[in-house]
């Protein structure tokens, strides 16, 4: 029997145990799975979009969330009283939102309000993040963000604070900071291994964007060259790119945003069209098969190798013993304040918008460089 013969057997099983538990059962699959696992989702799309999705649906007794960690930690914060979150493999982690921890956060923070005083800085977190971080906003009076609204909740933080905590992502941080015209010198990095984060208290004082030394290995493989190469290749071609990508890189594309906007992007680009696209190779691959009729390629090869974690085997296992594995618990102190900053997320304005560039849906135009 070949590898095709068993996935098949896996698939066939993996089919009888949704059609036995029907609407009990809610399997979420993340842009960047495989895909034979997202072929077995309910719902497809992005960590936040995916986790409403659940806490939307009623019936669901049962959520198993394809993708990393956080993102099923997401769900059980923003799930109902009945229903169990599973994830197929605990270890699929995140190296981006393991570069911040509460305790490293909250000594920054110490350190920043001494400088500034009380009630000057509104902590912003990426979505990329553990269950306490978010919980450390929602107690702070801040917000959790996700790439698509970042910049909503930028302009949100700034009608309420002077100075906005960004963490953990820099990039998306630099980048909806350059795309809202603050300039270079008002946004600082910090670093948590070096006293002040590696800044003097002027520079505290003057910033207005503290942006946290974090960053998501998948998108910062993209470079400058990678980009020329590519250009030269295609010269008709588009390029877009994820906002996780450094601030060069991004500069350099048509436009820029979340994995849903991707295919939002993908999906309204007219026939014939080339389009290079900066982000995890699982999804690009996907786009091309289901949009044969556009020529599609990666800026570069880059895995998620912690989505990679989840497969076939152990999605299959989790559903075997449902509702009894890997399931995720989220402290209910923890939850009741992480709730808080996701509920001011969803209070913002809609999300799935470009960074950069026309939303592909306006008059059905692709997006443009500014």
Not at 164 to 177: A, C, E, K, W
Not at 180 to 208: F, S, Y
Request: charged letters at 25%.
């Amino acid at each position: 029997m070949n590898d095709q013969d068993d996935n098949k057997q896996i698939i066939d099983r993996i089919q009888a145990i949704r059609d036995d538990l029907g609407k009990k059962l809610l399997i979420l699959t993340h842009h960047y799975q495989r895909k034979e696992i997202v072929a077995l989702g309910d719902y497809q799309g992005d960590s936040f979009g995916l986790s409403q999705k659940a806490a939307e649906d009623k019936d669901a007794q049962y959520i198993v969330f394809c993708g990393v960690h956080f993102m099923a930690e997401s769900a059980e914060i923003l799930s109902q009283a009945h229903q169990t979150v599973q994830i197929p493999k605990t270890e699929a982690g995140c190296w981006m939102a393991d570069m911040a921890d509460n305790h490293v956060v909250t000594e920054a923070w110490d350190e920043l309000t001494s400088i500034t005083g009380p009630g000057s800085i509104m902590p912003i977190v990426y979505m990329n993040s553990d269950a306490e971080l978010k919980a450390f906003c929602g107690l702070q009076g801040g917000t959790v963000c996700t790439s698509s609204n970042a910049p909503d909740a930028l302009r949100w933080a700034f009608t309420q604070r002077e100075k906005v905590l960004f963490f953990p992502d820099q990039h998306l941080g630099r980048n909806t900071g350059n795309q809202m015209g603050i300039r270079p010198d008002e946004m600082i990095l910090w670093n948590p291994k070096k006293p002040l984060g590696g800044n003097t208290p002027d520079d505290v004082k003057k910033a207005k964007v503290i942006l946290w030394d974090g960053y998501c290995l998948v998108h910062t493989r993209f470079q400058v060259e990678h980009v020329r190469k590519m250009r030269e290749k295609f010269p008709q071609s588009k390029l877009v790119v994820h906002p996780e990508c450094t601030q060069e890189v991004v500069a350099m594309a048509d436009a820029v945003g979340s994995t849903s906007y991707i295919v939002k992007y993908v999906k309204e680009a007219p026939p014939d069209t080339t389009i290079i696209i900066g982000t995890e190779i699982n999804l690009i691959n996907r786009l091309a098969l289901e949009h044969p009729d556009k020529k599609i390629f990666e800026l570069h090869y880059s895995l998620c190798p912690n989505m990679f974690k989840i497969n076939l085997n152990n999605l299959l296992w989790t559903l075997e013993n449902v509702g009894k594995v890997n399931v995720i618990k989220v402290r209910e102190d923890i939850k009741v304040d992480a709730r808080a900053a996701l509920d001011r997320m969803l209070d913002l304005a809609p999300q799935n918008k470009s960074l950069k560039g026309k939303d592909p849906s306006d008059k059905g135009q692709i997006p443009v460089a500014m």
